[in-house]
Every structure is written in C-alpha cells, then in structure tokens.
C-alpha cells in the first residue's frame, strides 16, 4: 500500500505566527480561545514541541490536535485564530507590525486578511473529500491544487486540470477496485467503466432509489458532464495541447463551470466508492 502525505492547508510559518501571539496572553485565556471552537488538547507527554514559554506549551497542546489537511478542522481553527487577533487587539497591542506579518504569511497560504480580523480563503479548496482511506489519492490530489492554482488566474489551465482531475478519479476508484486499466484509454472509456463498475449507470442500477428513473436520469446526466469536461479540454480551451493562437472569449466563468462539473462527477465516484451500503458492494442475487 502506498502511503500518501495529505498536504497541510495552514503552513507552519502561519502557526508558528500565531503561536507567539500566546506569549503575552493568559494560559487560561489560549485554552478558552481553542475550547471555544471544540479543541481539546493533546495529552502532554504526547506532544512533540518542546518550549520554556508555558504560553506557547499551551498553544501547542491544541494545535498539535489539529488536522491542518482537514478542511473542517482547519475553518475551525482559522476562528480560533480570529479570536487571538481579537483578543490582542482588546488589548491595546500595537498592530502594525505583528498584524502585517501575520497578513503576509496568511496571504503566502491563500487566506486573506480583513480590517476587521477576519480571515477568509482566497481560493478555497475544490474538493472537500478525505482521501485519506484510498491507497494512492496523489494524482487527485495534484490535480486539486492546479484548479486551487489557476480557477482566476489562468482558466485555460484549470479547465486542463478539471479534465486531468477526472481521469485521476476514474484511475483511482478502479485501482482501488482492483480493476486493470489500459493506460492509453480514452476518458470515455474510463467514465463508462468505473461508472458499470460501481453500479451507477442506467443499465445496472438496483431497485430503490438507485434504480429510479429520476436517479437514473441523473446518473446518465453525469457521463455527459465527464465527457463534456474532456471534449471543452481537447478544442483547445484546456491546457495540454499547444496551439497556435491562444483562445478568445474565455473567462474564469468557464473556468468555474468547467471545474465545478467535474467535481460534481468526482464526488460521486468517491461517495460511491466508500458507502458501504453502496449497491455494487452487493453480491448479485
């Protein structure tokens, strides 16, 4: 089995920042700070940072209880770091400088900083999935943070990625299903065989709510969102083929589009493939 480092979504840089904020805090105030957003901290002799500081200790005991690759740990903790920002503030710390550089080192992440405090993501994550389980979620996970990269800044390369990320999933689910793949087979191909194989097209959908016409109308609405994915890429308004004059008209709305339908259809391999009460986990009667 191949292990996969998750990437982390706040750097180290940006806690290490906040961190020093606990310097000149309370101990009890950096516990409540965490506490109120539902963190609890690790067990002492299990955390990996050693410090003189009892203040900084005490941030690190929380922290070090944080999934930085979890995108629902990391909103939570981007409040708690709202909140250290507050509290100094309240406290009639002078702000330019250690305010400027938390900006920076939040900007250098892709989170964004506003007069107010508050923290926001610049550029989202596209896929909000735990990939963790799957043996090898790395040509996924490079296709994540080129749309991450390029959604407003270069759509033509998102549109790219949006195709790539579709052929990431396919490959992934049917390793995962222990399914050979031909490695020259076109997108099409590999749509309509993960999608056979976890039972989510029209022809072998169960009775149920798999099997209603409604769902089945959806599922085969999601063969054309794939491929239509794949065929804006190979005109040409996608990344990977060199051209000889770039594309006019195209715009992050496209771009947008483009991403978001691919994700749709990602999200419903993944979903499928680790429901347990999924159909194509049945045997046949």
């Known amino acids: 089995m191949t292990v996969t480092a998750r990437r982390e979504l706040v750097s180290p840089a940006v ?12 101990i009890r105030i950096v516990s409540e700070l965490w506490e109120d957003h539902g963190f ?10 050693s410090d003189p500081g009892a203040r900084r200790t005490e941030f690190m005991l929380y922290a070090e209880g944080v999934d930085w690759a979890d995108e629902g740990h990391v909103r939570r903790a981007l409040l708690v770091f709202e909140d250290f920002i507050r509290t100094c503030k309240n406290q009639g710390w002078q702000t330019d400088k250690w305010l400027e550089d938390i900006r920076v080192r939040l900007e250098r992440d892709g989170f964004a900083l506003d007069d107010e405090g508050r923290i926001s993501w610049t550029n ?3 896929l909000v999935r735990d990939l963790s389980t799957l043996s090898d979620a790395s040509g996924i996970t490079i296709e994540l943070e080129r749309i991450r990269r390029d959604l407003t800044t270069d759509p033509q390369g998102a549109i790219g990625a949006a195709k790539q990320l579709i052929e990431a999933t396919a490959k992934t689910a049917l390793q995962e299903l222990s399914i050979e793949v031909d490695k020259n087979a076109a997108l099409p191909a590999l749509i309509s ?4 194989a976890l039972k ?15 769902v089945k109308k ?4 999601s063969v054309n969102i794939a491929v239509g994915v794949a065929e804006l890429r190979n005109q040409g308004f996608g990344s990977g083929h060199g051209q000889v004059s770039a594309p006019s008209g195209l ?5 947008r589009l483009t991403v978001n339908a691919a994700v749709t259809w990602c ?4 979903d499928t493939l680790s429901d347990p009460a999924a159909p194509w986990r049945k045997a046949p009667a």
């Open 193 to 196: 065989t993960v999608q056979k």
């Open 15 to 26: 806690r290490n920042a906040f961190r020093s904020l606990a310097t000149d805090l309370t």
């Open 40 to 49: 609890v901290p690790v067990p002492p002799d299990e955390l990996k940072y």
């Open 218 to 221: 959806i599922l085969s609405g």
């Open 124 to 126: 989202p994550p596209v």
């Open 267 to 270: 999200e419903l391999i993944l």
């Open 200 to 214: 989510l097209d029209a022809a072998s959908a169960p009775e149920g709510p798999d099997g209603s016409k409604a």
């Open 251 to 255: 715009g992050v709305r496209h771009a």
